[in-house]
T-cell receptor
Framework: DVKVTQSSRYLVKRTGEKVFLECVQDMDHENMFWYRQDPGLGLRLIYFSYDVKMKEKGDIPEGYSVSREKKERFSLILESASTNQTSMYLC?????????????????FGPGTRLLVL | QKEVEQNSGPLSVPEGAIASLNCTYSDRVSQSFFWYRQYSGKSPELIMSIYSNGDKEDGRFTAQLNKASQYVSLLIRDSQPSDSATYLCAVNRGSQGNLIFGKGTKLSVKP
């Protein structure tokens, strides 16, 4: 079974703090993703990475950065937490199989971290 | 803006009925389509993927894809109260390779 783990289920931080959210997957997947999920807004992609040390901006990267030093670990960093970053943060890991034109992707989510910024 | 649209619901069906969940998408180059189930307070769980036009069945679940109409649906036969959850439709963005999600349809199965 694929396992994606996140360092905390619940986190409370103060405005201005630097926050680290860690995600680890145990299936040697190349692709990893960070989303946030908010009521009425759905799942929104913050950043993703398709290889070690590689990162790509998603739809809402402002106020966030990421780090991928090892294949199994993808970290999301809130440089200076703000109240509007209170949210559920979901990490995902994806494996691809097949070839171009016949690609099969399977994406799995971690349990989520519910972050409250006061 | 590439989008995935779903009715937010709630969709309420009696136990044993067929639940029908629908999704439309705007990006014609999308090739991969997924349905995730999300229970309240939990993370999304992949339940179906579909890549070709037509139907794909897995137990009580059937995914249907029509690329010409840019439409994908999920049928749940013999609905159970345990199927009550929010169902998220996700579509591959094509060359970018990541998924865009709909906002989900909340399904309630009444005993």
């Amino acid at each position: 079974d694929v396992k994606v783990t996140q360092s905390s289920r619940y986190l409370v931080k103060r405005t201005g703090e630097k926050v680290f959210l860690e995600c680890v997957q145990d299936m040697d997947h190349e692709n990893m993703f960070w989303y946030r999920q908010d009521p009425g807004l759905g799942l929104r992609l913050i950043y993703f990475s398709y290889d070690v040390k590689m990162k790509e901006k998603g739809d809402i990267p402002e106020g966030y950065s990421v780090s991928r030093e090892k294949k199994e670990r993808f970290s999301l960093i809130l440089e200076s937490a703000s109240t509007n970053q209170t949210s559920m943060y979901l990490c995902a890991s994806r494996t691809d199989s097949g070839s171009s034109g016949n690609l099969r992707e399977t994406q799995y989510f971690g349990p989520g971290t519910r972050l409250l910024v006061l | 803006q590439k989008e995935v649209e779903q009715n937010s619901g709630p969709l309420s069906v009696p136990e044993g009925a067929i639940a029908s969940l629908n999704c439309t998408y705007s990006d014609r180059v999308s090739q991969s389509f997924f349905w995730y189930r999300q229970y309240s307070g939990k993370s999304p769980e992949l339940i179906m993927s579909i890549y070709s036009n037509g139907d794909k069945e897995d137990g009580r679940f059937t995914a249907q894809l029509n690329k010409a109409s840019q439409y994908v649906s999920l049928l749940i036969r013999d609905s159970q109260p345990s199927d009550s959850a929010t169902y998220l439709c996700a579509v591959n963005r094509g060359s970018q390779g990541n998924l865009i999600f709909g906002k989900g349809t909340k399904l309630s199965v009444k005993p």
